[in-house]
């Protein structure tokens, strides 16, 4: 049974890097049909896709956040990471890593879903 | 991007009630829209995908209906577990946007 499990700092300073991991058990990052995504969630609001990556590299990221954001994998580790430039308190809320399970639909286009969620890690941007 | 709003945005309902949730796009989407439930201080859950397919282990008191622009999440008969908040996200195309989510409450 496949398992995520974030981790990073709690507390970044404004302007500062945040930084994540996510660390995939009972699985592989290298798994065909799977992709590798980020998500957060602001005090008291909705879900927000940040972006996702293949274990070949392949990377597709919110434009909101294109700017700031580069997710990145470790084949060795099995894990995948999340980095996030000149935060703002706008940047506080719970991170989670999330597998995409990508499945063929009609017309040879593709179903992709969050199949298996992390417990997600709180971060808090201030000074 | 696309939008997506849910509506109602909180509802109250009773156990043993049947109770319908409604996700429109801005544009069509086909079929490509998931499910997912959220209790306070957990990660989502998947619940349904590609529309209306019942992800493994969730309960067939759980469906999904709709294409194009229009969907709906049916919950048959509530039971007490089912008191959580629902979101639906589209996957046609990135950024794969979510719905503001919907408050199901015990009336």
């Known amino acids: 049974q496949v398992q995520l499990q974030e981790s990073g700092p709690g507390l970044v300073k404004p302007s500062e890097t945040l930084s994540l991991t996510c660390t995939v058990s009972?699985?592989?990052?290298?798994?065909?049909?799977?992709?590798w995504s980020w998500i957060r969630q602001p005090p008291g609001k909705g879900l927000e896709y940040i972006g996702y990556?293949?274990?070949?590299?392949?990377?597709s990221y919110s434009p909101s956040l294109k700017s700031r954001v580069t997710v990145s994998v470790d084949t060795s580790k099995n894990q995948f990471s999340l980095k996030l430039t000149s935060v703002t308190a706008a940047d506080t809320a719970v991170y989670y890593c999330?597998?995409?399970?990508?499945?063929?639909?009609?017309?040879?286009?593709?179903?992709?879903?969050?199949?298996?969620w992390g417990k997600g890690t709180t971060v808090t941007v201030s000074s | 991007d696309i939008q997506m709003t849910q509506s109602p945005s909180s509802l109250s309902a009773s156990v043993g009630d049947r109770v319908t949730i409604t996700c429109r796009a801005s544009?069509?989407?086909?079929?490509?829209l998931n499910w997912y439930q959220q209790k306070p201080g957990k990660a989502p859950k998947l619940l349904i995908y590609?529309?209306?397919s019942l992800q493994s282990g969730v309960p067939s008191r759980f469906s999904g209906s709709g294409s194009g622009t229009d969907f709906t999440l049916t919950i048959s008969s509530l039971q007490p577990e089912d008191f959580a908040t629902y979101c639906c996200?589209?996957?046609?195309?990135?950024?794969?946007?979510f719905g503001q989510g919907t408050n199901l409450e015990i009336k």
């Open positions: 999330a597998r995409v399970r990508e499945e063929v639909g009609p017309s040879n286009r593709y179903y992709y879903y969050m199949d298996v």
């Open positions: 009972g699985g592989s990052v290298t798994s065909s049909s799977y992709y």
């Open positions: 990556i293949y274990y070949s590299g392949s990377t």
């Open positions: 544009q069509s989407i086909s079929s490509y």
């Open positions: 590609a529309a209306s």
């Open positions: 996200q589209q996957s046609y195309s990135t950024p794969y946007t």
